[in-house]
């Protein structure tokens, strides 16, 4: 089945840097790729997706892009606000399931 | 606010205890999933329901039950489980399933802890 690696496992950034999360995944056939944010003690919550015939999607001050070849996708946060401190999953679907990441605690620094 | 609604937020229940989630939904949504969360992992998919048929089972112990009784519920039945079983459970709900899927909508969750 899908396989999906996601890196670093921690972050910290200053308010107002940026930050990247990266995800490689291993089916090539997987069609849609999913950010998920979980603040503690809540729901994952959709934050941005991706289909494979798109290379890059922005919304607002965050950004999914989209590597076919090398397999691999990232997202990325411009302006980090103290509320963007939470844990960001990515998915990729394969077999009719999405494999998730392991997550990416992200803390943003004011 | 979530459009993916579940019940009871928090349960406790001790190995020989049958209890029930529940999950429920009003979008048309054609696809409903139940998903276990441990503390700091991803969610793990469980069963996964399409048009109202079970069709996804990941080796789920039948301890665990799934039942859709429409298109808008879908329950979890719980029958002697172990204190390892203790995560929060998360039901979700798609528009289409398969590979056509598309974005997946979770529920707050079930806190469940089994003593």
């Known amino acids: 089945g899908e396989n999906v690696e996601q890196h670093p496992s921690t972050l910290s950034v200053q308010e107002g840097d940026s930050a990247v999360i990266k995800c490689t995944y291993s089916d090539s056939a997987s069609n849609y790729f999913p950010w998920y944010k979980q603040e503690l003690g809540k729901r994952p919550q959709l934050i941005i997706d991706i289909r494979s015939n798109v290379g890059e999607k922005k919304d607002q001050r965050i950004a999914v892009t989209l590597n076919k070849t090398a397999k691999h996708f990232s997202l990325h946060i411009t302006e980090t606000q103290p509320e963007d401190s939470a844990v960001y999953f990515c998915?990729?679907?394969?077999?009719?399931?999405?494999?998730f990441g392991k997550g990416n605690q992200v803390v943003v620094i004011p | 606010d979530t459009e993916v609604t579940q019940t009871p937020k928090h349960l406790v229940m001790g190995m020989t205890n049958k209890k029930s989630l529940k999950c429920e939904q009003h979008?048309?949504?054609?696809?409903m999933y139940w998903y276990k969360q441990k503390a700091k992992k991803p969610p793990e998919l469980m069963f996964v329901y399409s048009y109202e048929k079970l069709s996804i089972n990941e080796s789920v112990p039948s301890r665990f039950s799934p039942e859709c009784p429409n298109s808008s519920l879908l329950n979890l039945h719980l029958h002697a489980l172990q204190p390892e079983d203790s995560a929060l459970y998360l039901c979700?709900?798609?528009?289409?399933?398969?590979?056509?899927?598309?974005?997946?909508?979770f529920g707050n969750g079930t806190r469940l802890t089994v003593t």
């Open positions: 979008m048309g949504h054609r696809a």
């Open positions: 979700a709900s798609s528009l289409k399933p398969g590979t056509n899927q598309t974005p997946l909508h």
């Open positions: 998915a990729a679907l394969g077999n009719n399931r999405l494999a």
